[in-house]
């Protein structure tokens, strides 16, 4: 099963790329909704308290995200604690779903995984196709913000990631987003008309 991994900065287009090649019949994996299933689990929980306090827990006992990240983002070595209680699990929930979707005999699978630093020391390393989704800095936070985010925290997060000239090196396949939605579904589509041939 091929894996086809989309990158790109807070912004870029990463879910629309993603969004397309789930519409060509691709299942996918999005590596932020499996890291957040993982927040669920009891024993990460545990560690999580221990490691940053129960005012972490809302009036549900569940984990506040944001309450986490606060505390998690504040420092690089407060940031290696979380990683080091979450990262292993996140990638066990991973190759679970990978080996869940190989045994369904898919031919390929797509994973959308915004915090790509490179092929060798990440999940990525598995991957067969690395697709990176580019596009200019103000458009990028223009968006986020449009969908929500607030624009000192987009650009906080934008400058904790690797550049697009990073991206552009570790990459197969290179998109960029300059344009409108539409145009950047139909580099995507073209690119899937030609890649999916040599799947057969």
């Not at 870029?12 to 669920?40: C, F, M, N, W």
């Not at 607030?150 to 987003?177: L, M, Y």
């Amino acid at each position: 099963m091929k894996k086809l991994f989309v990158i790109g900065g807070m912004g870029a287009g990463k879910s629309t790329a993603r969004k397309v090649l789930a519409e060509q019949g691709v299942p996918y994996i999005d590596l932020d909704k499996v890291g957040h299933d993982v927040l669920l689990w009891d024993t990460v929980k545990a560690d999580l308290v221990e490691a940053f306090g129960a005012d972490i827990l809302g009036a549900d006992g569940q984990i506040v995200r944001s309450k986490v990240a606060a505390k998690a983002f504040a420092t690089p070595a407060e940031t290696r604690k979380l990683n080091r209680i979450t990262m292993p699990r996140i990638e066990e929930a991973f190759t679970d779903q990978l080996d869940e979707l190989e045994r369904q005999g898919n031919k390929a699978v797509v994973v959308e995984y915004s915090v790509f630093k490179n092929r060798q020391v990440s999940m990525a390393n598995g991957a067969d196709v690395v697709i990176a989704v580019l596009a200019p800095l103000d458009d990028r936070i223009e968006r986020a913000v449009a969908g929500g985010w607030d624009e000192q925290d987009v650009r906080r997060r934008i400058a904790r990631q690797i550049s697009d000239a990073d991206r552009i090196e570790q990459s197969d396949v290179v998109f960029n987003n300059d344009g409108t939605p539409e145009q950047l579904r139909e580099q995507v589509e073209q690119w899937w008309r030609e890649y999916s041939k040599t799947l057969d």
